[in-house]
């Protein structure tokens, strides 16, 4: 209940400290697609009978997240970065949460050398909950083009208006 995140403090704030802690998210109104907690141990906790493993990612889960992907144990810096770009790219194609992480692994794997390739630097992350793809939202220009179009014909409709005036 003590993890936390850390955020920059702004010292005109009185009220929040920089952290949030899993207690506070328990409280907190988070509705959200997928939280991904790359930092070390964020899926480790106590177990408390009746409720399972009380974790930050846990708390990601009471706050609103349908999804999240979190760590196990500590978390290699160079492996999370390459597992993680890997991963976000996977997703941005269309797979499932839990595919593209284990896209992402396979692709760790195949740069790894011997020693890289031990467990400890790529199983520590693990998904859990909602496992649908993501749903990824582009611009259509179409609209926008048309939208734009409009406009210039009303600027021009009222440019001859005062004119004509």
């Known amino acids: 209940m003590l993890s936390k995140l850390i955020f920059t403090q702004d010292k005109r704030d009185s009220i929040n400290?920089?952290?949030i802690h899993t207690y506070e998210l328990f409280g907190m109104n988070i509705p959200n697609e997928m939280a991904?907690?790359?930092a070390c141990n964020t899926g480790y906790g106590k177990i408390i009978d009746g409720e399972g493993i009380i974790s930050l990612a846990r708390g990601f889960f009471y706050a609103g997240s349908k999804s999240v992907?979190?760590?196990l144990w500590s978390a290699n810096d160079?492996?999370?970065?390459d597992i993680m770009n890997s991963f976000y790219k996977y997703l941005a194609e269309g797979k499932q949460k839990d595919e593209a992480l284990r896209f992402a692994k396979l692709d760790y794997l195949e740069t790894a050398g011997e020693i890289k390739s031990?467990?400890?630097f790529w199983a520590t992350f693990i998904a859990n909950g909602n496992m649908r793809p993501l749903q990824i939202y582009t611009t259509n220009w179409l609209y926008w083009i048309a939208c734009s179009f409009f406009v210039i014909l009303f600027i021009v409709y009222l440019y001859r208006r005062r004119i004509n005036d």
Not at 78 to 81: C, L, V
């Open 69 to 71: 992907i979190m760590s």
């Open 36 to 38: 991904v907690l790359s």
């Open 118 to 120: 031990h467990p400890y």
């Open 17 to 19: 400290d920089g952290f």
């Open 78 to 81: 160079k492996s999370t970065t």
